[in-house]
Antibody, heavy 117, light 109 residues
Framework: QVQLVQSGAEVKKPGASVKVSCKAS????????ISWVRQAPGQGLEWMGW????????NYAQKLQGRVTMTTDTSTSTAYMELRSLRSDDTAVYYC??????????WGQGTLVTVSS | SSELTQDPAVSVALGQTVRITCQGD??????ASWYQQKPGQAPVLVIY???NRPSGIPDRFSGSSSGNTASLTITGAQAEDEADYYC????????????FGTGTKVTVL
């Protein structure tokens, strides 16, 4: 069965960076893309971007351009999302999700990232 | 980026029908997908494409689209359908990205 398992919760200081991992299993990793979505406390879903696990092509949300990098390691079927220059409003649950023809059909369990001094 | 607008909250009596709408310019060109999210859980895809349900999603969930509006209909709402619902579609600004709707809280009375 398809599973996406994310790394554990993180607490970071403003200005620091965080790197969240998303390990995929149960399907051919390079046949699908991975999208990242975040949700601030009590707020809605925010699309952050996606990466092709086939060729590494990326597309980032305009508001995160320059601060976010998405990568994959095909040898371990793992996707990564790094966010730099963290601010308090980056505090959120970060989700990875598998992309199937543009739709997010399987999701990770979420990773809480707290940015606090 | 483009925006997708949803009503913040709707309520429905148990067993009745509720329609959730999503409005945005990008919907004139692209289908919306719909996600259900219960408190403390990851979202779940319930409708994609013209009107397709992933395996395991009850057939009381259906989707439709007209002009700049996409709709998710729950026919015969059950208590377990109480959740937040989000639409999602391509960003029509040309950057190949996606955008989520503002979300609708569905309460089953």
């Amino acid at each position: 069965q398809v599973q996406l398992v994310q790394s554990g919760a993180e607490v970071k200081k403003p200005g620091a960076s965080v790197k969240v991992s998303c390990k995929a299993s149960g399907y051919t990793f390079t046949s699908y893309g991975i999208s990242w979505v975040r949700q601030a406390p009590g707020q809605g879903l925010e699309w952050m971007g996606w990466i092709s696990a086939y060729n590494g092509n990326t597309n980032y949300a305009q508001k995160l351009q320059g601060r976010v990098t998405m990568t994959t390691d095909t040898s371990t079927s793992t996707a990564y999302m790094e966010l730099r220059s963290l601010r308090s409003d980056d505090t959120a649950v970060y989700y990875c999700a598998r992309i199937h023809y543009g739709d997010l059909d399987y999701w990770g369990q979420g990773t809480l990232v707290t940015v606090s001094s | 980026s483009s925006e997708l607008t949803q009503d913040p909250a709707v309520s429905v009596a148990l067993g009745q029908t509720v329609r959730i709408t999503c409005q945005g310019d990008s919907l004139r060109s692209y289908y919306a997908s719909w996600y259900q999210q219960k408190p403390g859980q990851a979202p779940v895809l319930v409708i994609y494409g013209k009107n397709n349900r992933p395996s395991g999603i009850p057939d009381r969930f259906s989707g439709s689209s007209s002009g700049n509006t996409a709709s998710l209909t729950i026919t015969g709402a059950q208590a377990e359908d109480e959740a937040d619902y989000y639409c999602n579609s391509r960003d029509s600004s040309g950057n190949r990205g996606y955008v989520f709707g503002t979300g609708t809280k569905v309460t089953v009375l």
